[in-house]
């Protein structure tokens, strides 16, 4: 069984990929994204969060932790 080059599988998969159009672009201009303002709003205050403490995950799992304790009853997690 003779090999195909990297070169000669990378053509195919481009050529394939380009001429695939059964399924629309996710940023296609013919639609206009909705944004919602609440998952706005999260992600905002994730982002601030985040720089906030350094982009730093041990730091950003620690102030989770404390929030936790200082909530104590009134945080539900399910």
């Given at each position: 069984?003779?090999?195909?080059?990297?070169?000669?599988?990378?053509s195919?998969?481009?050529?394939?990929?380009?001429?695939?159009?059964?399924?629309p672009?996710?940023?296609?201009?013919?639609?206009?994204?909705?944004?919602?303002?609440?998952?706005?709003?999260?992600?905002?205050?994730?982002?601030?969060?985040?720089?906030?403490?350094?982009?730093?995950?041990?730091?950003?799992?620690?102030?989770?932790?404390?929030r936790?304790?200082?909530?104590?009853?009134?945080?539900?997690?399910?």
């Amino acid at each position: 069984m003779r090999m195909r080059s990297d070169s000669f599988a990378n053509s195919v998969k481009t050529k394939a990929m380009k001429s695939h159009k059964s399924a629309p672009l996710k940023n296609s201009e013919s639609r206009t994204l909705f944004e919602d303002p609440i998952v706005k709003e999260v992600r905002d205050s994730r982002h601030e969060l985040a720089s906030r403490l350094d982009n730093d995950l041990q730091k950003i799992a620690h102030d989770l932790i404390l929030r936790q304790k200082q909530l104590g009853d009134r945080l539900r997690v399910s």
